[in-house]
T-cell receptor, first 113, second 116 residues
Framework: NAGVTQTPKFQVLKTGQSMTLQCAQD?????MSWYRQDPGMGLRLIHY???????DQGEVPNGYNVSRSTTEDFPLRLLSAAPSQTSVYFC????????????FGPGTRLTVL | AQSVAQPEDQVNVAEGNPLTVKCTYS??????LFWYVQYPNRGLQFLLK??????LVKGSYGFEAEFNKSQTSFHLKKPTALVSDSALYFC??????????????FGTGTRLKVLA
Protein backbone atom coordinates (compact mmCIF):
# COMPACT_ATOMS: atom_id res chain seq x y z
CA ASN A 1 0.00 0.00 0.00
CA ALA A 2 1.18 3.51 -0.78
CA GLY A 3 -0.89 4.84 2.13
CA VAL A 4 -1.87 8.51 1.88
CA THR A 5 -0.20 10.42 -0.95
CA GLN A 6 -0.20 14.16 -1.53
CA THR A 7 0.88 16.18 -4.53
CA PRO A 8 2.63 18.49 -5.02
CA LYS A 9 5.18 18.52 -2.20
CA PHE A 10 5.91 22.22 -2.69
CA GLN A 11 4.02 25.01 -4.44
CA VAL A 12 4.45 28.75 -4.83
CA LEU A 13 1.45 30.78 -5.93
CA LYS A 14 0.77 34.42 -6.56
CA THR A 15 -2.10 36.15 -4.80
CA GLY A 16 -5.34 35.48 -6.64
CA GLN A 17 -4.25 32.28 -8.37
CA SER A 18 -6.20 29.09 -7.87
CA MET A 19 -4.93 25.57 -7.50
CA THR A 20 -5.85 22.09 -6.31
CA LEU A 21 -3.94 20.08 -3.74
CA GLN A 22 -4.31 16.41 -4.45
CA CYS A 23 -4.81 13.70 -1.84
CA ALA A 24 -5.31 10.00 -2.47
CA GLN A 25 -5.37 6.88 -0.31
CA ASP A 26 -5.39 3.23 -1.30
CA UNK A 27 -6.59 1.77 2.00
CA UNK A 28 -10.34 2.01 1.30
CA UNK A 29 -10.77 4.45 4.17
CA UNK A 30 -14.16 6.13 4.40
CA UNK A 31 -13.08 9.13 6.44
CA MET A 32 -10.71 11.75 5.00
CA SER A 33 -9.74 15.19 6.19
CA TRP A 34 -7.60 18.22 5.39
CA TYR A 35 -5.60 20.19 7.94
CA ARG A 36 -3.32 23.16 7.83
CA GLN A 37 -0.35 23.46 10.16
CA ASP A 38 0.91 26.85 11.20
CA PRO A 39 3.56 27.64 13.84
CA GLY A 40 2.06 27.91 17.30
CA MET A 41 -1.42 26.93 16.10
CA GLY A 42 -1.14 23.20 15.76
CA LEU A 43 -3.31 21.44 13.20
CA ARG A 44 -6.54 23.11 12.23
CA LEU A 45 -9.25 21.22 10.40
CA ILE A 46 -10.28 22.71 7.06
CA HIS A 47 -12.78 20.19 5.63
CA TYR A 48 -13.55 16.55 6.14
CA UNK A 49 -15.55 13.77 4.56
CA UNK A 50 -17.15 10.67 6.08
CA UNK A 51 -17.60 9.00 2.70
CA UNK A 52 -17.97 9.54 -1.04
CA UNK A 53 -20.42 12.33 -1.76
CA UNK A 54 -20.39 13.68 1.81
CA UNK A 55 -18.28 16.60 2.98
CA ASP A 56 -18.42 18.96 5.93
CA GLN A 57 -16.66 22.08 7.13
CA GLY A 58 -14.03 22.16 9.83
CA GLU A 59 -12.67 25.07 11.85
CA VAL A 60 -11.16 27.12 9.00
CA PRO A 61 -13.06 26.38 5.76
CA ASN A 62 -13.12 29.87 4.23
CA GLY A 63 -11.23 30.13 0.95
CA TYR A 64 -11.18 26.35 0.40
CA ASN A 65 -13.48 23.93 -1.43
CA VAL A 66 -13.55 20.14 -1.41
CA SER A 67 -15.44 17.37 -3.12
CA ARG A 68 -15.42 13.61 -2.68
CA SER A 69 -16.51 11.81 -5.81
CA THR A 70 -14.61 8.60 -5.00
CA THR A 71 -13.51 6.85 -1.83
CA GLU A 72 -9.85 7.20 -2.84
CA ASP A 73 -9.54 10.90 -3.67
CA PHE A 74 -10.17 14.06 -1.67
CA PRO A 75 -8.80 17.15 -3.45
CA LEU A 76 -8.60 20.55 -1.77
CA ARG A 77 -9.17 23.60 -3.98
CA LEU A 78 -7.92 27.08 -3.24
CA LEU A 79 -10.26 29.41 -5.06
CA SER A 80 -8.22 32.64 -4.97
CA ALA A 81 -5.01 32.26 -3.04
CA ALA A 82 -4.11 34.77 -0.34
CA PRO A 83 -0.87 35.19 1.67
CA SER A 84 -2.78 34.06 4.77
CA GLN A 85 -3.06 30.64 3.14
CA THR A 86 0.70 30.15 3.26
CA SER A 87 0.98 26.99 5.32
CA VAL A 88 1.74 23.30 5.34
CA TYR A 89 -1.28 21.23 4.36
CA PHE A 90 -1.84 17.66 5.51
CA CYS A 91 -4.37 15.16 4.30
CA UNK A 92 -5.38 12.24 6.53
CA UNK A 93 -7.61 9.20 6.31
CA UNK A 94 -9.23 6.85 8.82
CA UNK A 95 -10.69 3.40 8.51
CA UNK A 96 -14.12 2.36 9.56
CA UNK A 97 -15.19 2.98 13.11
CA UNK A 98 -15.10 6.22 14.96
CA UNK A 99 -12.34 5.03 17.26
CA UNK A 100 -9.57 4.55 14.77
CA UNK A 101 -6.49 6.66 14.36
CA UNK A 102 -5.74 8.76 11.31
CA UNK A 103 -3.06 8.07 8.70
CA PHE A 104 -1.36 11.22 7.46
CA GLY A 105 0.18 12.11 4.14
CA PRO A 106 3.63 13.74 3.88
CA GLY A 107 2.22 17.24 3.44
CA THR A 108 2.26 20.05 0.87
CA ARG A 109 4.17 23.22 1.66
CA LEU A 110 2.36 26.15 0.05
CA THR A 111 3.67 29.69 -0.22
CA VAL A 112 1.45 32.48 -1.49
CA LEU A 113 3.26 35.64 -2.53
CA ALA B 1 -16.88 23.72 23.23
CA GLN B 2 -14.66 20.79 22.38
CA SER B 3 -10.97 21.46 22.74
CA VAL B 4 -7.53 20.12 23.51
CA ALA B 5 -4.87 22.01 25.43
CA GLN B 6 -1.16 21.33 25.48
CA PRO B 7 0.10 23.83 28.03
CA GLU B 8 3.81 23.51 27.25
CA ASP B 9 5.25 24.70 23.96
CA GLN B 10 8.50 22.90 24.69
CA VAL B 11 9.72 20.26 27.12
CA ASN B 12 13.42 19.64 27.72
CA VAL B 13 14.59 16.44 29.35
CA ALA B 14 17.95 14.76 29.77
CA GLU B 15 18.52 11.48 28.00
CA GLY B 16 17.78 8.56 30.31
CA ASN B 17 15.32 10.52 32.43
CA PRO B 18 11.58 9.98 32.38
CA LEU B 19 9.51 12.36 30.27
CA THR B 20 5.96 13.68 30.45
CA VAL B 21 4.11 15.70 27.83
CA LYS B 22 0.86 17.14 29.12
CA CYS B 23 -2.58 17.22 27.52
CA THR B 24 -5.99 18.21 28.84
CA TYR B 25 -9.25 17.99 26.96
CA SER B 26 -12.83 19.18 26.92
CA UNK B 27 -15.42 17.14 25.06
CA UNK B 28 -19.06 16.23 25.43
CA UNK B 29 -19.71 12.54 25.85
CA UNK B 30 -17.07 9.86 26.10
CA UNK B 31 -13.54 11.03 25.30
CA UNK B 32 -11.60 9.23 22.58
CA LEU B 33 -8.02 10.46 22.82
CA PHE B 34 -4.95 10.13 20.63
CA TRP B 35 -1.26 11.00 20.61
CA TYR B 36 0.74 11.59 17.43
CA VAL B 37 4.40 12.39 16.78
CA GLN B 38 5.82 14.50 13.97
CA TYR B 39 9.45 14.39 12.91
CA PRO B 40 10.90 17.28 10.85
CA ASN B 41 9.41 17.62 7.37
CA ARG B 42 7.19 14.58 7.85
CA GLY B 43 3.52 13.87 8.38
CA LEU B 44 2.11 12.87 11.74
CA GLN B 45 2.48 9.31 12.97
CA PHE B 46 0.10 7.63 15.40
CA LEU B 47 1.52 6.67 18.82
CA LEU B 48 -1.39 5.47 20.93
CA LYS B 49 -5.04 5.98 21.77
CA UNK B 50 -7.50 5.68 24.62
CA UNK B 51 -10.98 4.42 23.82
CA UNK B 52 -12.12 2.66 26.97
CA UNK B 53 -10.82 0.33 29.65
CA UNK B 54 -7.47 0.52 31.41
CA UNK B 55 -6.42 4.07 32.19
CA LEU B 56 -2.79 3.33 31.28
CA VAL B 57 -2.39 2.88 27.55
CA LYS B 58 0.77 1.53 25.96
CA GLY B 59 1.84 2.52 22.46
CA SER B 60 4.68 2.59 19.98
CA TYR B 61 8.38 3.21 20.74
CA GLY B 62 7.94 2.62 24.50
CA PHE B 63 5.49 5.47 24.99
CA GLU B 64 2.48 5.22 27.26
CA ALA B 65 -0.26 7.60 28.33
CA GLU B 66 -2.35 7.91 31.45
CA PHE B 67 -6.03 8.80 31.14
CA ASN B 68 -7.49 10.66 34.11
CA LYS B 69 -11.19 11.33 33.81
CA SER B 70 -11.53 13.51 36.90
CA GLN B 71 -8.71 15.79 35.75
CA THR B 72 -9.69 15.52 32.05
CA SER B 73 -6.08 14.76 31.22
CA PHE B 74 -4.24 12.38 28.94
CA HIS B 75 -0.53 12.86 29.59
CA LEU B 76 2.08 11.14 27.44
CA LYS B 77 4.92 9.45 29.28
CA LYS B 78 8.08 7.43 28.70
CA PRO B 79 10.22 5.95 31.46
CA THR B 80 13.55 6.52 29.70
CA ALA B 81 13.97 9.32 27.15
CA LEU B 82 16.16 8.91 24.09
CA VAL B 83 17.69 11.63 21.93
CA SER B 84 15.77 10.11 19.01
CA ASP B 85 12.49 10.94 20.82
CA SER B 86 13.08 14.61 20.05
CA ALA B 87 10.12 15.67 17.91
CA LEU B 88 6.81 17.52 17.92
CA TYR B 89 4.00 15.77 19.78
CA PHE B 90 0.29 16.34 19.26
CA CYS B 91 -2.64 15.34 21.43
CA UNK B 92 -6.03 14.94 19.74
CA UNK B 93 -9.59 14.17 20.73
CA UNK B 94 -12.44 12.85 18.63
CA UNK B 95 -15.38 15.16 18.96
CA UNK B 96 -18.91 15.27 17.65
CA UNK B 97 -19.75 17.71 14.88
CA UNK B 98 -22.97 19.70 14.64
CA UNK B 99 -23.93 17.69 11.56
CA UNK B 100 -23.99 14.49 13.59
CA UNK B 101 -20.71 13.13 12.25
CA UNK B 102 -17.39 13.33 14.03
CA UNK B 103 -14.12 15.19 13.70
CA UNK B 104 -10.69 15.19 15.27
CA UNK B 105 -9.50 18.20 17.24
CA PHE B 106 -5.78 18.72 17.76
CA GLY B 107 -3.77 20.59 20.34
CA THR B 108 -1.13 23.13 19.40
CA GLY B 109 1.71 20.66 19.84
CA THR B 110 4.61 20.30 22.28
CA ARG B 111 8.19 20.20 21.09
CA LEU B 112 10.17 17.62 23.02
CA LYS B 113 13.91 18.07 23.17
CA VAL B 114 15.96 15.27 24.70
CA LEU B 115 19.44 16.43 25.63
CA ALA B 116 22.41 14.07 25.42
Amino acid sequence: NAGVTQTPKFQVLKTGQSMTLQCAQDMNHEYMSWYRQDPGMGLRLIHYSVGAGITDQGEVPNGYNVSRSTTEDFPLRLLSAAPSQTSVYFCASTYGTRFNEQFFGPGTRLTVL
Amino acid sequence: AQSVAQPEDQVNVAEGNPLTVKCTYSVSGNPYLFWYVQYPNRGLQFLLKYITGDNLVKGSYGFEAEFNKSQTSFHLKKPTALVSDSALYFCAVRGESTSGTYKYIFGTGTRLKVLA
